[in-house]
């Protein structure tokens, strides 16, 4: 093999050791921001359970309220088994969406102050 050869393969093997040696670099930050996006996703349900719990336990549940926290709890779900796939933009705008509208058209309804208190 000549010289130019060997410097060819010697150059294409050090361009696939730095190509790994990055890959490997980048992994991390996309572990720890898989450990982030699951602890939001917990802190998520946790607030939409505890939501509908409290309001079960002080006899005030409403169904409009209810139904967004269950919309919620149901993308969450759905991200968690892996349903998503690449629609999860989609899922996401229309679960944050179907949320926050209920909870306008309950205040809108109801007001901003609760009666029962």
């Known amino acids: 093999m000549t ?8 150059t ?7 190509r790994k040696q990055e890959n490997e670099e980048r992994s991390l930050p996309l ?10 996703g917990i802190v998520l349900l946790l607030v939409q359970l505890f ?10 549940l409403e169904p409009l ?5 269950l919309i919620i709890i149901a993308w969450l779900a759905t991200i968690a088994f892996g349903r998503a796939d690449g ?13 926050f509208g209920l ?4 205040l809108a309804l109801e007001g901003l102050t609760n009666p029962n208190t």
């Open 65 to 69: 309220r209810v139904t967004s926290n």
């Open 87 to 99: 629609k999860n933009v989609t899922a996401a705008l229309i679960s944050i969406g179907g949320y």
């Open 3 to 10: 010289i130019l050869g060997k410097a060819i393969i010697n």
């Open 103 to 106: 909870n306008i058209i309950f």
């Open 31 to 40: 572990k720890t921001q898989n450990i982030f996006q699951k602890g939001v």
């Open 51 to 60: 939501d509908i719990v409290i309001h079960a336990a002080t006899d005030q």
């Open 12 to 18: 294409f093997l050090r361009k696939i050791r730095i």
